[in-house]
């Protein structure tokens, strides 16, 4: 990692974490730093993994920090992900117990994938995915 990544990996972290003690409206600053924690992975700064976006797409954080993490996941899994994170977002759509984070995880993911058309080896490409998404909403 260089100077420059360190950098700003150390003022997002910490901005993650003063924003834990004194909130923002609609937690706006958490929301931008889980965006730029993913941008600095798709670039190669920081290394591909989504810990830290799971941990914020618990119930309980707020609202737009939980679909900010996962639009973080998604990304990640379009691009890098396996069939385990593919399962992790379909238990969301499946199980969320806020009707409106079901909804919007979907349309997050049909977005991505809508605009992924040149690429057609997805993790979600496969007949396990199929049947369960199949077996949802038939």
């Known amino acids: 990692m260089g100077a420059d990544a360190r950098a700003i990996m150390e ?7 003063l924003e ?3 909130q923002c409206y609609k937690y706006t600053v958490s929301v931008e730093c889980l965006r730029a924690l ?4 798709k670039f190669g700064h920081l290394p ?4 830290v976006f799971r941990t914020y797409t618990l119930y309980g954080h707020f609202y737009d ?20 994170d593919v399962h992790f977002l379909l238990d969301v759509i499946e199980n969320d117990p806020v009707p409106a984070m079901r909804y919007d995880v979907c349309h997050v993911l049909t977005q ?18 199929a049947r369960r998404l199949w ?3 038939k």
């Open 65 to 84: 920090v939980r679909l900010a993490a996962f639009e973080a996941i998604v990304d990640y899994t379009i691009t890098d992900g396996n069939i385990d």
């Open 38 to 41: 993913r941008k600095l992975q």
């Open 20 to 22: 834990k003690v004194l």
């Open 11 to 17: 003022e997002v972290s910490k901005s993650l974490n």
């Open 48 to 51: 591909q993994k989504i810990d």
């Open 112 to 129: 991505a994938l809508g605009n992924n058309r040149r690429r057609t080896k997805t993790p979600f490409h496969c007949a396990a995915t």
């Open 135 to 137: 077996n949802k909403f």
